[in-house]
């Protein structure tokens, strides 16, 4: 499973001019194309239900999480049947995070990816750069994660000659 950080929804949703969107765009077609599990944060999910409520009509907002789990076809980090709970962190988790040097919401995003989805393969996000070395899972750009996806995109050949 990977982790979506906000800003690949929000660019897709947000940013058809983005200078990201191309890659972004490529990003997601492949990891639905390709069935790749995926999720999200709640705090990652909370922030893009927060920068669509200023474009959305007042009676979507409270629809807008199921709205875009479906969309993008994401487990929610934590799951909020069993967490119900915003962020399932302490004050003492999210600052020891803090201590890192991040900002509230990428410190609750590290401590709900750290609890809840330690095993997952990466997490991605246009803003490495500010999670690199601070999460116990990789950190990758969508660019960087479908690099790495290239045997899986690659086209077979059949072989030239006989094979042993």
Not at 36 to 62: H, M, N
Not at 100 to 129: C, E, H, R, S, Y
């Amino acid at each position: 499973m990977i982790v979506l950080d906000a800003n690949i929804l929000v660019t897709d949703l947000s940013y058809p001019n983005d200078p990201n969107q191309t890659v972004n765009r490529r990003f997601l077609d492949f990891v639905a194309a390709n069935k790749i599990e995926r999720g999200i944060t709640t705090q990652g999910l909370l922030e893009v239900v927060g920068k669509r409520s200023f474009q959305t009509p007042a009676a979507i907002i409270a629809r807008l999480p199921a709205i875009l789990l479906a969309r993008y076809e994401l487990m929610l980090i934590p799951d909020s049947a069993t967490v119900p709970e915003y962020a399932a962190c302490t004050f003492d988790e999210v600052v020891t995070q803090m201590a890192a040097q991040m900002g509230l919401g990428d410190a609750i995003m590290a401590v709900q990816i750290a609890k809840f989805a330690p095993t997952a393969d990466a997490l991605i996000t246009w803003n490495a750069k500010h999670f690199r070395g601070k999460l116990i899972v990789p950190v990758l750009t969508p660019d960087e994660w479908l690099a790495q996806q290239q045997p899986l995109t690659a086209p077979t050949t059949p072989p030239t000659g006989p094979t042993p």
